[in-house]
């Protein structure tokens, strides 16, 4: 009996077995249980000296990417790597559930791998402040700012998200866009990069004396092209007078578009569209996407250099704001001639 045959019985891959059976974080209690009743009835026993050894053995970066839909991730970890990899270090990238915890996840990834250092892409401030005292390798957190947690081995690098979703806000009132629907994140975790996103829209509109009433005008979501598709169907259907949405990501925008040609409406001459990332996806959309473009080549190789600096010259813990660009693209018109007048 191999693990193999426990997987082929408990009709699940090989990879969750072997977190099960290591008892890792990111697995359902249903899938837990399914396969620990399938171990018992064929007891089955591990190899743990093979185990020990595959442990002894690693000493690769890792890589905790937090979603699994999330396309701005797929091109850090993309670049990321292929800096690590230019260094000559090894590395193993581990994808979590968006609702998972990243740092109860490195805990046990650092007693089975022991891995020399981790970079988290994307993460709960939450989740650090409980849980990152466990942990003494050096760490890089993207995309979301560990200044104010102060970890010695925690840096961090993150777009000024409160002042870049203000400035999409900006532009969508230039455009004279005042009915705007806000779609994405959680109003009320604050501790996720949604919230700042949310924030900073909220402080532009506050700013220019426009009306946003939260209960109606904003939608939560996760960061999925279905869940953005789903979110605006609730949305429109609710406010049906909006004539312009901000998703906090371009994967939820993508979704909102195809949900719009589905509620017989385009984009942008019935509803203008503004998302946030600068995925490459934003380029090719008909119409391509206006977004806030985050500069991830500049993210990935400061990151990569953050936490190669740490693990070979002990160097203190930093933290940088990386620039982001603001993206006209096609998916926003204006809805009066003059687009000077409200601002």
Not at 81 to 101: F, K, N, P, R
Not at 257 to 285: E, F, K, N, W
């Amino acid at each position: 009996m191999t693990i193999k045959d426990i997987a082929r019985l408990a009709g699940c891959s090989v990879g969750t077995v072997s977190r099960v059976l290591n008892n890792h974080p990111d697995v359902s209690e249903a899938m837990r249980k399914k396969v620990m009743e399938v171990v018992e009835e064929q007891g089955f026993q591990p190899n743990t000296n093979a185990r020990h050894l595959k442990m002894q053995a690693s000493s690769a970066v890792a890589l905790v990417v937090k979603g699994t839909s999330n396309m701005l991730f797929a091109d850090l970890v993309e670049r990321t790597q292929a800096m690590l990899v230019g260094s000559g270090e090894e590395t193993v990238v581990c994808y979590l559930d968006e609702d998972a915890d990243e740092v109860a996840y490195a805990v046990q990834l650092c007693r089975e791998r022991r891995p020399k250092g981790i970079l988290f892409l994307g993460g709960d401030l939450e989740n650090f402040a409980r849980g990152f005292g466990q942990l003494e390798l050096p760490c890089v957190l993207l995309t979301n700012s560990a200044r104010e947690l102060g970890f010695p081995n925690l840096s961090s690098l993150t777009t000024d998200d409160t002042e870049a979703a203000a400035q999409a806000i900006e532009y969508l009132l230039s455009q004279g866009h005042t009915r705007i629907g806000i779609l994405g994140g959680s109003a009320h975790i604050s501790s996720q990069i949604g919230y700042s996103r949310l924030q900073g829209g909220l402080q532009s509109l506050r700013r220019h004396k426009v009306e946003f009433d939260l209960e109606r005008q904003y939608e939560p979501c996760r960061y999925s092209l279905s869940e953005g598709y789903a979110a605006a169907q609730r949305l429109l259907s609710r406010c049906p007078d909006l004539t312009a949405v901000f998703a906090l990501s371009d994967v939820m925008a993508i979704g909102v578009m195809r949900a719009l040609q589905d509620m017989g409406r385009t984009v942008p001459g019935d509803v203008s569209l503004m998302g946030y990332d600068g995925i490459a996806m934003a380029r090719y959309c008909v119409p391509r996407l206006a977004t806030i473009c985050q500069d991830t080549g500049r993210m990935a190789r400061r990151g990569g250099e953050m936490l190669l600096h740490r693990i070979y010259s002990q160097r203190p813990a930093a933290h940088e704001l990386v620039p982001f660009q603001l993206i006209r693209g096609e998916s926003v018109r204006p809805v009066f001639p003059d687009t000077e007048r409200l601002l």
